[in-house]
T-cell receptor, first 110, second 110 residues
Framework: TQLLEQSPQFLSIQEGENLTVYCNSS?????LQWYRQEPGEGPVLLVT?????EVKKLKRLTFQFGDARKDSSLHITAAQPGDTGLYLC??????????FGDGTTLTVKP | NAGVTQTPKFRILKIGQSMTLQCAQD?????MYWYRQDPGMGLKLIYY???????DKGEVPNGYNVSRSTTEDFPLRLELAAPSQTSVYFC?????????FGPGTRLTVL
């Protein structure tokens, strides 16, 4: 069974601060996705990374895939209250299955 | 496109009752998934399907059944509801590596 561990589980910061969320596994994934979920809704895809060492930027969000394709990080610069939500990473394999981490609940206070 | 639709949105069941959670997608995606999400946690894969007529177990399949007679529909069946099945259920379909989620069904078993 492929497992994904996310840290920290909870994060509460002030508007304008920077933060990093981690997603780690002992397994290699063919791709890794980051999703954001708001209360009462389904997750929405933020980014997919597929190449070891890959870095992708989405406005103030920077995503990195580890060289060995076992881990990933999400860095948010100058967090805003609108960034509040549950951030989930998911690892995919070539058989079509996805494994989700337990998520990081981020609260950004104005 | 309606995307991924789920019905019902809410349901309360008594122990031992049965029900079917409906899921439909109009994007012609081959891959479809059922997840459950407990409070403050990530998503656990129940069953998935790589195409019409093909289904396979995920991490937590016990107590559930699925069928995939068409590309569009992927219903999830609970035969003998138990309190441990109280959760929010999400259906998703996949294009490439991106999963598209429905709005969820909140199920309570008393």
């Amino acid at each position: 069974t492929q497992l994904l561990e996310q840290s920290p589980q909870f994060l509460s910061i002030q508007e304008g601060e920077n933060l990093t969320v981690y997603c780690n596994s002992s397994s290699v994934f063919s791709s890794l996705q980051w999703y954001r979920q708001e209360p009462g809704e389904g997750p929405v895809l933020l980014v997919t990374v597929v190449t070891g060492g890959e870095v992708k930027k989405l406005k103030r969000l920077t995503f990195q895939f580890g060289d060995a394709r076992k881990d990933s990080s999400l860095h948010i610069t100058a967090a805003q209250p609108g960034d509040t939500g549950l951030y989930l990473c998911a690892g995919g394999n070539n058989a079509g299955k996805s494994t989700f981490g337990d998520g990081t609940t981020l609260t950004v206070k104005p | 496109n309606a995307g991924v639709t789920q019905t019902p949105k809410f349901r309360i069941l008594k122990i031992g009752q049965s029900m079917t959670l409906q899921c439909a997608q109009d994007m012609n995606h081959n891959y479809m998934y059922w997840y459950r999400q407990d409070p403050g946690m990530g998503l656990k894969l129940i069953y998935y399907s790589v195409g019409a007529g093909i289904t396979d177990k995920g991490e937590v399949p016990n107590g559930y059944n699925v069928s995939r007679s068409t590309t569009e529909d992927f219903p999830l069946r609970l035969e003998l509801a138990a309190p441990s099945q109280t959760s929010v259920y999400f259906c998703a379909s996949k294009r490439s590596s991106e999963q598209f989620f429905g709005p969820g069904t909140r199920l309570t078993v008393l």
